[in-house]
C-alpha cells in the first residue's frame, strides 16, 4: 500500500502586486524587498475573496488535471479534505475543509484544517496518509492562505513579505509497495515543533488569550508579529535539520534527491541553508519573486508548478521541507 499524489492544482488572484506599486504607498523600495528577501511581487486577493475561495479554485485545478472536463465529477470521489490554512475564512470553526466541501459538493468526506503557519502542507500531507490507512482511498490535500488581509499594513518589516495564493494536491492510496525496492508515494516524514518560540511569530490578538472586549475599539486588525531576525535564525537552523534528518533517516545523500521543494520566506535563508549544506542552489525549486510568501500555500504551488514544468518524473524522489509560527517545522520525502 503506497500513498501517491496523483494530480496537483494552484491559483493565485489576478491582482499581481509589484515591489514598486508597494513603495507607491510604503516606505520601503524595489531594492530594499529583493537584496533582503528575493522577492519581486505577490498576488493580493480580492475584497470580496475569503481563504475558501483560493482553496476551492486550486483543488478544481488539481481535479481537473484528474479528470479533464470532469473536475465536479472526480471531486465526488474524494473521501477526506484536509486544508493547511493560518488565515481560515471564520474564526474557530467551521473550517475551511468544510466549505470547501460544500462548494465541491464533496459527499461522504471527512473534512478538518490543520494549522502549523508554514509547515501546514507537509503535516497535512502526513496526517491525510495516516488517515488513507483505513477505509478511505482519495485525499484532497491544500495549503491555502490569504495573509495579506491579517497583515499589518503600517509595518514594512512584515507587510512586504506575504502574497495570497492556495495549492492542492489529490492523495491516493494505491497497490504500489511503501517500503523497498520500487517503493512509491509519500515515504517518510519529519514533523518538528519548538512552543518555545511561540512569541515570535503570532497573531496576538482576538483568541481566547486576548480576546476583543464589547465596545473595545481598535486601532488595528487582528495581524501577524513577527520577530524576523528571531525566525530567521529558527529558519535557517531547522530547514538544514530537516533536509539532513529526512537523508539520514532514509539512509541516501544529496545525489538520490532531484529537487527539494521548500517553504520559500526568504530567499537568503535558502541560500544560507544552501550554503551549511554544502550543495547547489538550483537543488531548490523556486519561485518567490513572483508569489512572495503565501504561507501554507507556498509549498503546493511550486509542487504544481514543478510537477507541470516536464521536469519531474515519475520515480524522481523529492522532497519538501517547512518551516514557521508555532513555531514548526518539517518535510517529507516522496517518490513520485
Ligand atoms: O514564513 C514564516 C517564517 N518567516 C520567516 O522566515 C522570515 C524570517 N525573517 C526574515 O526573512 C528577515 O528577518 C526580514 C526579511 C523579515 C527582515 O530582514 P532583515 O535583513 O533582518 O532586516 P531588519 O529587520 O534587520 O531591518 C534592517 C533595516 C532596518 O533599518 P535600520 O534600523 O537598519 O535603519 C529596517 O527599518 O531595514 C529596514 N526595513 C526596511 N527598509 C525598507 C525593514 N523593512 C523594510 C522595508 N523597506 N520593507
Same mark, same amino acid.
Given at each position: 500500500?503506497?500513498?501517491?499524489?496523483?494530480?496537483?492544482?494552484?491559483?493565485?488572484?489576478?491582482? &499581481?502586486?509589484?515591489?514598486?506599486?508597494?513603495?507607491?504607498?510604503?516606505?520601503?523600495? =524595489?531594492? *530594499?524587498?529583493?537584496?533582503?528577501?528575493?522577492?519581486?511581487? &505577490?498576488?493580493?486577493?480580492?475584497?470580496?475573496?475569503?481563504?475558501?475561495?483560493?482553496?476551492?479554485?486550486?483543488?478544481?485545478?488539481?481535479?481537473?488535471?484528474?479528470?479533464?472536463?470532469?473536475?465536479?465529477?472526480?471531486?465526488?470521489?474524494?473521501?477526506?479534505? !484536509?486544508?493547511?490554512?493560518?488565515?481560515?475564512?471564520?474564526?474557530?470553526?467551521?473550517?475551511?475543509?468544510?466549505?470547501?466541501?460544500?462548494?465541491?459538493?464533496?459527499?461522504?468526506?471527512? @473534512?478538518? =484544517?490543520?494549522?502549523?503557519?508554514?509547515?501546514?502542507?507537509?503535516?497535512?500531507? $502526513?496526517?491525510?496518509?495516516?488517515?488513507?490507512?483505513?477505509?478511505?482511498?482519495?485525499?484532497?490535500?491544500?495549503?491555502?492562505?490569504?495573509?495579506?488581509?491579517?497583515?499589518? *499594513?503600517?509595518? &514594512?518589516?512584515?507587510?512586504?513579505?506575504?502574497? $495570497?495564493?492556495?495549492?492542492?494536491?489529490?492523495?491516493?492510496?494505491?497497490?504500489?509497495?511503501?517500503? #523497498?525496492?520500487?517503493?512509491?508515494?509519500?515515504?517518510?516524514?519529519?514533523?518538528?515543533?519548538?512552543?518555545?518560540? @511561540?512569541?515570535?511569530?503570532?497573531?496576538?490578538?482576538?483568541?481566547?488569550? $486576548?480576546?476583543?472586549? /464589547? #465596545?473595545?475599539?481598535?486601532?488595528?486588525?487582528?495581524?501577524?508579529?513577527?520577530?524576523?531576525? /528571531?525566525?530567521?535564525?529558527? /529558519? !535557517?537552523?531547522?530547514?538544514?535539520?530537516?533536509?539532513?534528518?529526512?537523508?539520514?533517516?532514509?539512509?541516501?545523500?544529496?545525489?538520490?534527491?532531484?529537487?527539494?521543494?521548500?517553504?520559500?520566506?526568504?530567499?537568503?535563508?535558502?541560500?544560507?541553508?544552501?550554503?551549511?549544506?554544502?550543495?547547489?542552489? $538550483?537543488?531548490?525549486?523556486?519561485?518567490?519573486?513572483?508569489?512572495?510568501?503565501?504561507?501554507?500555500?507556498?509549498?503546493? !504551488?511550486? +509542487?504544481?508548478?514543478? @510537477?507541470?514544468?516536464?521536469? +519531474?518524473?515519475?520515480?524522481?524522489?523529492?522532497?519538501?521541507?517547512?518551516?514557521?509560527?508555532?513555531?514548526?517545522?518539517?518535510?517529507? +520525502?516522496?517518490? *513520485?
Amino acid at each position: 500500500m503506497a500513498f501517491e499524489i496523483i494530480a496537483t492544482g494552484h491559483y493565485v488572484p489576478s491582482r &499581481r502586486v509589484t515591489n514598486d506599486d508597494l513603495a507607491q504607498t510604503i516606505d520601503t523600495s =524595489d531594492e *530594499w524587498i529583493r537584496s533582503h528577501t528575493g522577492i519581486g511581487s &505577490r498576488h493580493i486577493a480580492s475584497e470580496d475573496q475569503a481563504t475558501s475561495d483560493l482553496a476551492v479554485e486550486a483543488a478544481l485545478n488539481a481535479l481537473e488535471q484528474l479528470a479533464p472536463g470532469k473536475a465536479m465529477e472526480a471531486a465526488k470521489t474524494i473521501d477526506l479534505i !484536509v486544508v493547511g490554512t493560518s488565515s481560515p475564512d471564520y474564526y474557530g470553526f467551521p473550517s475551511v475543509a468544510c466549505i470547501v466541501q460544500e462548494k465541491l459538493k464533496i459527499e461522504n468526506a471527512g @473534512a478538518f =484544517d490543520v494549522v502549523a503557519a508554514c509547515s501546514g502542507f507537509v503535516y497535512s500531507l $502526513d496526517a491525510a496518509a495516516g488517515m488513507l490507512r483505513g477505509n478511505r482511498k482519495r485525499a484532497l490535500v491544500i495549503g491555502a492562505d490569504l495573509l495579506t488581509k491579517i497583515t499589518d *499594513w503600517s509595518d &514594512r518589516g512584515t507587510c512586504v513579505l506575504f502574497g $495570497d495564493a492556495a495549492g492542492a494536491a489529490i492523495l491516493e492510496k494505491t497497490d504500489a509497495p511503501e517500503e #523497498g525496492p520500487g517503493k512509491r508515494g509519500l515515504i517518510r516524514t519529519v514533523l518538528g515543533s519548538e512552543g518555545s518560540g @511561540a512569541s515570535e511569530l503570532l497573531c496576538a490578538r482576538g483568541g481566547t488569550r $486576548d480576546p476583543f472586549k /464589547a #465596545g473595545e475599539t481598535l486601532d488595528k486588525p487582528i495581524h501577524i508579529y513577527m520577530n524576523g531576525q /528571531a525566525v530567521y535564525n529558527f /529558519a !535557517v537552523r531547522a530547514f538544514t535539520d530537516t533536509i539532513e534528518r529526512l537523508l539520514e533517516e532514509e539512509g541516501i545523500t544529496f545525489k538520490d534527491v532531484k529537487k527539494i521543494v521548500p517553504h520559500q520566506a526568504n530567499m537568503r535563508i535558502i541560500r544560507a541553508a544552501a550554503r551549511r549544506l554544502k550543495i547547489s542552489e $538550483d537543488k531548490f525549486f523556486m519561485n518567490i519573486e513572483k508569489y512572495a510568501n503565501t504561507s501554507n500555500a507556498t509549498i503546493p !504551488v511550486a +509542487l504544481d508548478e514543478y @510537477a507541470r514544468s516536464g521536469d +519531474l518524473n515519475r520515480g524522481d524522489l523529492i522532497m519538501t521541507v517547512g518551516f514557521g509560527g508555532g513555531l514548526t517545522y518539517a518535510g517529507n +520525502l516522496i517518490v *513520485w
